[in-house]
């Protein structure tokens, strides 16, 4: 008699944390886009020759936000760029905390791009990631957005992506704490160039392969969506996925080509969306890099189906699918956001001094993980 109460005690707290629900097999039947759920796949919904899907491709810039990134690269490489419906391109920008102009990332938000989390601290010590708790990942990614929402002054609700600094995603703990944030899709899960998988739900279990350095969640997220990042072959044939880390070297011309074939090949396939990391250290060490990804950039122009979208546009297509021919590029204008752009001088914990941008009155201490809104006397 005991035993059974106990066992149904038991059996009672397991259903009241669905994050404990161990993801069974995705099958089409269970699993229908009109209820917010798609299996992991390589099966691309539109799959018709004459007319097949839209080639869609995010660039996606994962780094404090500040005036040179801003006036160097991201003005000049995109501000005057349309696709070929004459949309403007989007980007997504999963932004962290440090040094972060929250004045710009408005100025972003108004231009119609994406904004997303990427942590407080972004702190490279992969320890730190490894052994995080539930509520360490919840303080830096919910962190991040109130952080984001309340010094940008954009709503919370637009900011729904989220990339885990160095891809380092930690399993079931990583996605639950994104849950608990409010966010609604990964986008740091890298996978083999063979693989092609396209955004999925982890309503159910995901076929996506792990590499040794991260873990995968094993439990059900209903509703939870990752958009995986598909690596593109760099110099040797070797898997990579950021252009950085491509380490393909050459004219400006040559970094063109390679990108440009890297993206026909997917097109050529399953036509995958695609995921492309940008960071501006690729422009600072290594040579012909701006005027090789401009190339590129100019190249692509040509090809009528091939689409510059932010990762949230990408996601509103797999749930609505249509032929390139029919594909219109989501439009984001007419956003508005009130902004007193405030030059904050704040000290953050080491009693460093840093400045701080921001769009509503300055806060009493820098932002930081545990105080996210920098009120006094934490
Ligand atoms: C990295 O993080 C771990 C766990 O939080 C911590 O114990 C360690 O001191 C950190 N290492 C450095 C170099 O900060
Ligand atoms: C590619 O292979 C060549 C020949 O083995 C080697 O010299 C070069 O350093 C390699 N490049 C990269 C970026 O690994």
Known sequence: MKLAVLVILCSLSVYAHPSLKAAEICTADKCKIEDDCRCSSRINPINNADDPAPQLIAITVSESIVQTLYDNYLQPLFFDRTNPDG???????????????????????????????????????????????????????????????????????????????????????????????????????????????????????????????IQCPKDSHPNFWVAPITNIKGANNTECNSLATCLVAGTADEIATWLYNEVDAVRNDNREPLTLRLDSYWFLFTENSYEGFVAFLDKIKSLDDVFLVSVQDILQWIKNPVSASQYKVPDHSGRTADCHKISCRLMNEDNQERYMMSCVPCPAVYPWKGNPLGEASK
């Open 87 to 213: 949309s403007p391109v989007g980007l997504t920008f999963y932004v962290p905390h440090e040094y972060t102009d929250y004045y710009l990332v408005q100025d972003l938000y108004l231009r119609g791009y994406e904004i997303g989390d990427h942590s407080i601290t972004k702190t490279p010590n992969q320890t730190y990631w490894r052994e995080a708790t539930p509520d360490d990942l919840e303080q830096e990614f919910s962190g991040q957005k109130t952080i984001i929402s309340t010094f940008a002054n954009i709503p919370a609700e637009d900011i729904v992506g989220v990339r885990t600094p160095q891809l380092q995603i930690e399993g079931d703990t990583s996605i639950n704490a994104y849950v608990t944030s409010g966010l609604g899709y990964d986008n740091s899960w890298p996978t083999y160039s063979t693989e092609r998988i396209l955004p999925y739900t982890l309503t159910y279990a995901s076929n996506q392969k792990c590499s040794a350095t």
